[in-house]
Every structure is written in C-alpha cells, then in structure tokens.
C-alpha cells in the first residue's frame, strides 16, 4: 500500500493545535496580539509556507487554508496597530497571500511557479529600503523573470489564471524600481530597464487577450453587436470598438498575439465595419496592409520552408482562415498575393505526391489539392 508523504504532512499541518487556533481566530478578542505569541504564530505560518513552496492542495484543503491566510492578514494588522514587532509576522502573512492565490487559482500544472524560492525574497523585499548585493539581486531577479514569471504568465488560460500571477507582477515592479535607486549599478541599470519593460509588456499583451472584449471578437458573427439603429447606443458601441482597435494594433506585433489571432479579429472587424457602414459610422483599421503583411512574411515563408506532406496538411486550417477574409475584402495586391500562394502550394503538392494511387487519402482537407483548387477558383474569379 502507498502512503502519500505529502498528503500526511498537510493534514497534519492543517489538524494541527496551532492551524485552528489561527484559522478560528476571533479578531475582536485580540488575544493573540503579544509578542509571544506573535513567535507561535510566525512558526506555525512558516510551516504552512514551507508546505506550499513543495506542493499544492487537495480540494478540501483550500477552504481552510484560505480562511487561515485571511486571519494572519487580520493579526498582522492587529500587530500593527498595537505597535508589536510585527516585521517576522508581516513577512509571513504576505507571502501566504501571495501562495494562496497561486495554489487556488493556478491549475496544477500551472504552479511551478509556487516552488520557486524567489517568492518567500520578494515577501520579505516588500518593505526593506535599502537592498544589501543588488547586483546579486538582480542576477536573481531576471533569471526568476525569465525562467518562471513570464513562462507563467504566457501560459495563463484565462483571467483568473493572470489575476492569481498579479501580486507576483507587482512585486517584481515594486523590486525594479528600489533597484533603479542603487546608484552603484552603473551599465545594469539599462538591462533592468529593458527587462522591467518586458514584464509590463507581456502583462499588457495577456491583459488584452485574457479580456471577454477580445475573446468575442475571435468568434465574433454578424448581428451579435446588437441594434445599431438608436443613434446614440450605434455611437457608443462604435466607440468601444475603436477602443479595442487602438489597443490591439499597438499590440499586434506582439509574438503572444498569434496570427490565427489576428485574422479572426482581422474577419470581425471587417465585418463590423460593414454594419456600421450601413449607418454612415467608419471604423478604421489597416487590415489590408495588415493582412497582406502576414501573408507575404509569414504565410509564404512558411509555405517555402515546408518539407512535407504533414507540414503542408498542417498550414490547411490557417489558409482556410485567409481565404476567408481575402474573399471579404476583394483586394487586388492581396489576390495577387494569394494567387503566388496557390502557385507555390500547388509546386509543393506535386512534388509531394509521387504515387498517385495515394495521393486522394494524402490531400483530403489539406492545401495540396482541395484548398488549392479553392483558391485557384477564388483567385481566378477575383481578378477578372
């Protein structure tokens, strides 16, 4: 029979005299605001917090660890207030915070990042001044940025999955900026500048494609916008769309922002500049250039660079995507462009099926025979 070590060990962390005492803790009592058993109180806590540094929670742990971390909030304040030492306890009660966010609100294979030590630094970086070896700091500050932050937040599924990293963003900022006091840095002050960039860059870009506003334009169909007949809501609904515009064309050329992205969003604007055309309303995006860019340095590079039938099959789904919106904006650079396409495709489908006898299973819904022949089609009526 199997015994899980760590299961042990949280139950009896969390079963612990200690645990409930903290977690059942009556705040209008104040009886734990002494600096005795403020001590009690930091062993128990580093405990919880050597335990989330190695592993994450079962379901029925997270309710109460929760309600322990929103009591060791309450006692730090308490602390505080009654002027105690309270820097051990502040340290403590901090980095639960910032744990339990990454332990509840991480999937499991999301929490690499929970193990990492730099967390526990930051948490008791939060109210020191004056930094002791910041070059080293720094040299353990970008590693961590590089090796764990940035990975964590690129992966982030959804909102609330960048909300939990939020705190750890923050912290990391709130750390650049105590480093760009050290006048000693010298040269390494222009790299924390370009990596602190970095970071709000990432984060900004995560933002904006974590947003519903984005999410509903990759899967945006005409008509979901609502009535535009009522001038004033056509107004500021136009608004709101220039809005997410402006904000998605500074960002585009971010590598976080695929290009299946793009024309999705390149296909609803499109679409809604239609309907707002219908009542005299412009909504200005560069989607020609813009597309044509992406078909002339990414699509046909990519087209060149194939070595297989498998690598041609797997570019299908994205030249679907283009056909679309080419056949919408009717555009003759882009036909033109679209035609080179269907000429190097249909080179590469030949030069892949040498056995004809095979080659009906090998094209089914690929680029080498059916969606060439749809373009060529497309193509061949467009520029007429």
Not at 162 to 186: H, M, N, T
Request: charged fraction near 30%.
């Amino acid at each position: 029979m199997s015994v899980c070590v760590g299961c042990f060990v949280a139950s009896e962390i969390f079963n612990s005299k200690g645990f409930r005492t903290i977690a059942q803790y009556d705040v209008d009592s104040k009886r734990l605001i002494n600096d005795e058993a403020g001590k009690k109180i930091v062993e128990v806590a580093t405990k919880v917090i050597n335990h989330l540094s190695q592993t994450g929670l079962e379901k029925n742990e997270e309710k109460q660890l929760l309600q322990f971390i929103e009591k060791m909030q309450k006692i730090d304040e308490q602390f505080i207030q009654e002027g105690h030492d309270s820097a051990a306890l502040s340290v403590c009660a901090h980095a639960l915070k910032i744990l339990g966010v990454l332990r509840t609100q991480l999937p499991p294979e999301h929490q690499a990042i929970a193990g990492h030590k730099f967390i526990l630094y930051l948490a008791a970086l939060k109210d020191v001044e004056s930094l002791e070896d910041p070059l080293d700091l720094i040299v353990e500050l970008t590693d961590f940025q590089r090796d764990y932050l940035l990975p964590a937040l690129q992966n982030a599924a959804n909102l609330q999955e960048l909300r939990a990293l939020e705190p750890i963003v923050d912290e990391c900022l709130s750390l650049y900026e105590k480093l760009f006091q050290e006048r000693s840095l010298g040269p390494a002050i222009q790299i924390l500048q370009e990596k602190k960039q970095e970071l709000i860059d990432c984060w900004n870009v995560q933002q904006l494609r974590m947003h519903s506003t984005y999410q509903k334009f990759l899967t945006y169909e005409k008509g979901q916008i609502g009535d535009l007949s009522n001038e004033k809501v056509r107004l500021a609904r136009a608004e709101k769309v220039r809005g997410f515009v402006g904000e998605f064309i500074e960002k585009i050329n971010d590598p976080l922002i695929t290009r299946e992205e793009k024309i999705a969003i390149f296909l609803s604007l499109k679409t809604l500049q239609e309907e707002f055309a219908q009542y005299s309303v412009k909504i200005e995006v560069p989607i020609e250039r813009l597309f044509y860019s992406i078909l002339k340095n990414e699509l046909l590079v990519d087209l060149e660079q194939v070595r297989s039938i498998n690598e041609l099959r797997a570019l299908g789904p994205f030249v679907k995507k283009c056909l679309a919106l080419a056949d919408k904006l009717n555009n003759k650079k882009i036909n033109g462009q679209m035609e080179e396409i269907v000429e190097l495709a249909t080179k590469k489908r030949e030069r892949f099926d040498v056995k004809k006898s095979t080659a009906e299973s090998v094209v089914v819904n690929t680029i080498s025979e059916k969606i060439a022949v749809q373009l060529k089609i497309w193509v061949k009526r467009s520029l007429i």
